[in-house]
Every structure is written in C-alpha cells, then in structure tokens.
C-alpha cells in the first residue's frame, strides 16, 4: 500500500558541501530507485541543536516528503542507521490533516522565496 | 473611634472577580495537525524546565493533548526541543 511519509535526518556539521550533497542524493537516489515518488526536499542548512548530538552542537538538517511502499521506509532506516554521517533520523507517516498541512507549508515557503 | 478607617463606596467598585474560561486553541482555530518541526509554537506548551504542561493549564482538549504531547516528543527527538533545560524562555 502507498502511503506518504516524512523522513528529517541531521547531518554531520563538519562534513564539506559536497559531501553532504553526496549524502543527501545518496537516500533520495535510494528513494526513487524503490519505486517511491518524492514530493518535496527541503533542506534547512546548519541548525543549532536543542542539545549536543555527539557532541556537536549543530547539525545540517534535511527533510524528505516522498510517497511509497511502507517496507520501503524499514530499509531507509536502515540505510541511515548504518551511515555515520547521519547524526539522528525521524521518520513519520503522514495522514491526511498532516498532508495538508505540509502542503500549505510548501506553498508559504515557495511563496517567501518567490518574493526574495 | 477614630480607627473606623472603612472605606465605603457609594457604587460598588466594578472589578471582574471571575475567572476567564480556558479554551482549547486547537478547536477555536481549527488546527488540524500540530507540528513537530515548529519548535516555537510547542513552546506555549512546555514550562521552563522544557516538561510538557498539564492540560489543566493550557485549556487544551484531551484530544489535542495527546497530539501536542507526540509532536513534542519528536522534536525532542530531532533536537528542535530539549529534553531537559533551566531557565528556557
């Protein structure tokens, strides 16, 4: 069954640019190459964190909206898990209160970059 | 006699003794989903310590309680929000 999920992983904040691109396309190449459709990637750049992850006090956060089977978000996790540049992950499914709310908050994002 | 020091007012004082009635925000507004990744908005529902405040303070319903108290739990998790803190606001 499809259904859509959210995924928000922080990435290491010492890693270079490319590497974190190289990171980020590295889950969503797995993503659609499992049959899911991503429907939105947001990245937020370097955060700070509400406490020290490993030690780090901020963190490259990213967050994927996509649409797919469920087994495919065991063998993300997985996927995530095994990478050491991934400082923590959290994936939620989304109902559909939850999808139109991501929705609306795509259109007000889209909107503040068109009038930047 | 002269200690008779009452005040007394002609009209009564108009001061509003009653309590102003708490209100679920989430069913007055119409929010549907309560979002983990907006940590200032969870904000009003956390003390200085970072817990999560009683519904008996916010007014907010049992349903939207539980919602508010899972989005929280996953902001922890992601660092949007502390476990624990002093001194927060």
Redesign the interface.
């Known amino acids: 069954m499809l259904r859509n999920y959210e995924t ?1 992983f ?1 990435l290491n904040p010492v890693l270079s640019d490319e590497q974190t691109k190289e990171a980020v396309s590295k889950f969503s190449d797995h993503l659609t190459s499992n049959g899911a459709e991503i429907v939105a990637s947001e990245s937020w750049g370097l955060k700070k ?3 020290p ?1 490993q030690k780090k006090k901020s ?1 490259f ?1 990213f ?1 994927v909206e996509f649409k797919g089977e469920a087994t495919l978000t065991s063998t993300l996790e997985v996927i995530l898990k095994r990478d050491e540049r991934v400082m ?1 992950f ?1 994936t ?1 499914a989304l ?1 559909k ?2 999808m ?2 991501a929705a609306k ?1 795509r259109d007000k994002l889209n909107k503040s970059k068109a009038t930047k | 006699m002269a200690s008779n020091s009452e005040i007394r007012f002609l009209t009564p004082l108009s001061i509003d003794t009653g309590k102003q009635k708490k209100y679920c925000r989430f069913k007055k507004l119409g929010i549907q989903y309560i979002d983990y990744k907006d940590g200032d908005f969870l904000m009003k529902f956390l003390n200085e310590q970072g817990k999560i405040l009683p519904r008996r303070i916010t007014g907010t319903s049992l349903k939207f309680q539980r919602k508010v108290a899972q989005s929280v739990k996953r902001a922890r998790h992601v660092a949007v929000l502390p476990y624990v803190t002093d001194l927060m606001k």
């Open positions: 928000v922080i964190l509400a406490y992850i963190g956060y967050l923590r959290l939620v109902d209160d939850a139109a709310y908050r």
